[in-house]
């Protein structure tokens, strides 16, 4: 029975799901299967064809003024628009062998949210907690999983306050939990 809208799982359930979706993606039996499934009939949208009038709506959505990315929401005007610092290159000392420090510094955990390096389905991401790029020294990188990483990079204010005010009271292994 889908859940209903608004209601938020505990965090034990979440840890459950996302240890049982990583388990299961890694049997390549069972993404074959998946794929298999999603193809051809198995799509409920196989053998479907849109009316003239509903593709011209979803032309519309993908090109026009409905799509997000869409004329006022891309480069500076975007909300998330830091003056095109994105494409700045790292410094080259900011490479692999630091990473991987700061990553075992932090015990291959997520500083935010408490995952192990082994449940994440990639390397656990070295964020700058300044964002800047420059500073490369080792209170101002934190070990995080790609999730938590990307939300630390939308609301660059306060998740910058937040993580400088967990180190100030002393506690270098904190981690919030949603």
């Known amino acids: ?9 505990s965090a034990k359930t979440k840890q ?6 990583l388990l299961n993606w890694q049997d390549p039996e069972y993404r074959k ?3 298999e499934a999603m193809a051809g009939e198995g799509n409920s949208m196989f053998g479907y ?3 003239e009038e509903t593709r011209a709506k979803r032309r519309v ?3 026009g003024e409905l799509n ?9 005007y975007n909300p998330n628009w830091k003056g095109g610092i994105g494409s700045l290159p790292y410094p080259y000392k900011f490479n692999n ?6 990553r075992e510094r932090d015990n291959y955990t997520c500083q935010l949210c408490g995952m192990p390096q082994a449940e994440c389905i990639r390397a656990l991401d070295v964020h700058h907690i300044d964002y800047d790029k ?3 020294a080792d209170d101002n990188l934190i070990t995080l999983c790609n999730p938590c990483n990307i939300k630390a990079n939308y609301n660059r204010n306060y998740w910058q306050n937040h993580i400088k005010q967990e180190a100030n009271y002393g506690a270098k292994d904190f981690q919030i939990r949603d």
Request: aromatic content about 8%; hydrophobic content about 35%.
């Open 49 to 51: 064809v849109f009316s």
């Open 1 to 9: 029975m889908p859940r209903p809208l608004g209601y938020e799982c």
């Open 61 to 63: 959505a993908v090109l």
């Open 68 to 76: 997000p990315k869409y004329g006022g929401n891309i480069g500076e």
């Open 33 to 35: 299967k998946i794929c």
């Open 97 to 102: 062998e630091m990473k991987e420090r700061i």
């Open 16 to 21: 459950k799901m996302r240890e049982m979706k």
């Open 134 to 136: 420059e500073n490369l």
